[in-house]
């Protein structure tokens, strides 16, 4: 079995495959001050409430976005589980060639959602994650991981409009059903999830004219994906797990 783990700026998604098939996946808070110890208890919890012993783990593969939680979950991957875990980064056979101009700058997840899309859905394609960051990138034809534009995230972007703003206030996150809203919790809504939407087709079809293709895939992943993909044509499937499916077929090609 493999422990996939995708530590992000702000959730950390843990997943546990049995060759290809991803048993289950858990989300909790990236708390960066978590050490070695607290991420093998809670580690070892989240698998023993899907009745997965520590000894049944034969493999770990990490992608992480937080230096000292890269640290932590690595040391934690040879104290619980004896295993040496497998880090992302650019060193490894990745199955796609990086032609960004600094390969190093691109962030672990990034790369395990190029791989993912590339070998789950051919080239070209686009992949959106609605994270802390909203990441676009694009895979061509070739397998060539080119680039994309990193935005603000959309709980990042509203958090910081209701921190500046004294006289508007914290609101749930969801379609309000018209775009012109008939109160301010409704334009608050309007504003950030519709925001959203048009930032999303703007930048695809800039890509689409700027790289001169039109028959792109966009897969989306991440929190935000689903209530995003539902309010425009855009985006062609939501795949909630394709980071840690990049993680494990990264793996899986590092010990053929």
């Keep these: 079995m493999l422990l996939s783990i995708d ?15 991803l048993l289950e996946f858990f989300r909790i808070a990236s708390n960066e001050k978590l050490t070695c110890d607290e991420c093998g208890i809670l580690t070892r919890r989240l698998l023993e409430s899907i009745d997965i012993p520590p000894g049944g783990i034969d493999g770990v593969c990490l992608s992480s976005v937080v230096p000292s939680l890269t640290q932590a979950y690595e040391e934690m991957s040879r104290k619980f589980f004896s295993v040496e875990p497998l880090t992302v980064s650019t060193s490894l056979d990745l199955g796609i060639k990086i032609v960004y101009d600094n390969p190093e700058q691109v962030g672990a997840d990034r790369l395990a959602d190029a791989v993912a899309a590339y070998h789950l859905y051919g080239g070209p394609v686009i992949v959106v994650d609605f994270g802390t960051a909203t990441t676009f990138d694009y ?66 079809n800039r890509m689409k004219e700027e790289l001169g293709v039109d028959n792109v895939k966009v897969i989306a992943t991440g929190g935000f994906s689903p209530l995003v993909a539902e309010l425009t044509s855009i985006i062609e499937e939501v795949n909630l797990t394709l980071t840690l499916e990049g993680l494990r077929i990264i793996h899986a090609r590092a010990n053929r």
């Design 7 to 21: 530590v992000g700026n702000t959730n950390t998604v843990v997943g546990v495959f049995s060759g290809e098939k």
């Design 139 to 204: 895979i061509s034809g070739s397998g060539e991981y080119v680039g994309g534009a990193i935005a603000p995230g959309v709980e990042t972007s509203s958090a910081d409009l209701f921190k500046r703003a004294a006289q508007l206030f914290k609101v749930r996150l969801e379609p309000p059903g018209k775009v012109v809203g008939r109160n301010t919790t409704d334009s608050l809504k309007s504003g950030i999830i519709y925001g959203t939407v048009g930032q999303v087709e703007g930048i695809i």
